[in-house]
């Protein structure tokens, strides 16, 4: 299990930008969305599994705005990640991505709280749909 940090948490008082990790399984996704959201403003840190996502929530989740997710990957699914953040952290922001259409209809509806995207969607999209969820 390996874990990719580009930018170290720091302790909420002295954050400036959102805090967003970014869990995929595909090192070449993880990498666009972490370098497109670093870019525009936000703080990352990324895992390249489920597991290895829930072990940096458990360990930097406090200071998570929101968690972008594959949902079909090893050690723990995405639908298995998502459960155990919103039983975590219910108010931390999650938008789950698959290229299944069929994966995606399992996503829980919570409005506001987690998004259903399709992972050949525009990356713009992802980012305008990061962005309208933290106003909220």
Do not use: W
């Not at 959201?37 to 990352?44: A, D, S």
């Not at 072990?55 to 723990?76: C, N, Q, S, Y």
């Not at 952290?89 to 399709?118: D, F, M, N, T, Y």
């Amino acid at each position: 299990m390996s874990l990719s940090s580009q930018n170290p948490v720091q302790p909420q008082a002295q954050q400036t930008a959102p805090f967003i990790l970014v869990v995929d399984d595909s090192e070449l996704f993880r990498e666009t969305i972490q370098a497109v959201l670093e870019n525009h403003g936000y703080q990352t840190m990324t895992a390249n599994d489920g597991g290895a996502g829930l072990a940096l929530f458990r360990e930097h989740g406090k200071h998570a705005r929101a968690v972008i997710t594959d949902l079909d990957m090893p050690v723990l699914n995405g639908l298995q990640m998502l459960a155990e953040i919103q039983r975590l952290a219910p108010e931390v922001k999650v938008i789950c991505i698959s290229g299944s259409p069929a994966a995606l209809a399992r996503v829980p509806q919570a409005p506001r709280r987690v998004l259903a995207l399709q992972k050949t969607a525009d990356i713009g999209e992802l980012l305008a749909s990061l962005e309208v969820m933290l106003r909220d």
